[in-house]
């Protein structure tokens, strides 16, 4: 049994542990309310001026795009544009001559894949098709080593060597 002195020593402590059970209850009530809301409000994801995305009502969408924000898929299309433009400034004008080697050596090597399956061993070939072939990708392999290299790239100035010759 508990005297006097140890029940009133513990009702502090009772207390205590009703009010962390209360404040326990209350934000867990909290917590589905706000998740109650947020899943029954409309929301968009927009993307900053500084490129940060961020969701929003769809109310705050408008005025946030009046801000300077923009739409994901906006943004999303922007950043493909600019990539395919850089890409494309790259590919069409490489600055350094490194970059004009690495270019015509990955325009060599696809033109070399697409050959690939005539050298299989159970591909029907005939044996001077198959000869044509190999010199060919010779000619190919050797293409960098010329005189003259890397002209532009891989591209229309380059003396790509005829197939089956």
């Known amino acids: 049994m508990l005297s006097a002195a140890q029940k ?3 009702r502090p402590r009772l207390a205590v542990q009703r009010q962390r059970v209360w404040l326990k209850r209350n934000a867990l009530q909290l917590t589905c309310s706000v998740r109650r ?3 029954s409000t409309a ?3 927009i993307v900053s001026p500084e490129g940060n995305p961020e969701v929003w ?3 705050a969408a408008a005025l946030k795009l009046a801000q300077g924000y923009s739409s994901f898929e ?5 950043c ?3 990539e395919e433009a850089r890409s494309h400034a790259w590919l069409t004008a490489p600055e350094t001559l490194e970059e004009r080697f690495r270019l015509l050596r990955a325009c060599r090597d696809a033109k070399i894949a697409q050959t690939d399956y005539l050298l299989a061993a159970d591909y029907p070939i005939t044996p001077e098709r198959l000869e044509a072939v190999k010199l060919y990708r010779q000619a190919l ?7 003259g ?17």
Do not use: C, H, S
């Open 57 to 59: 009502p769809e109310e």
């Open 37 to 39: 809301y947020i899943m």
């Open 80 to 82: 493909e544009a600019e």
């Open 8 to 10: 009133q020593a513990a």
């Open 149 to 165: 290299a890397p002209w532009d790239g891989g591209g229309d100035g380059t003396p790509w060597p005829e197939e089956g010759a």
């Open 74 to 78: 906006t943004f999303k299309a922007n």
């Open 141 to 147: 392999r050797d293409l960098p080593g010329q005189t």
């Open 43 to 45: 929301v968009v994801t």
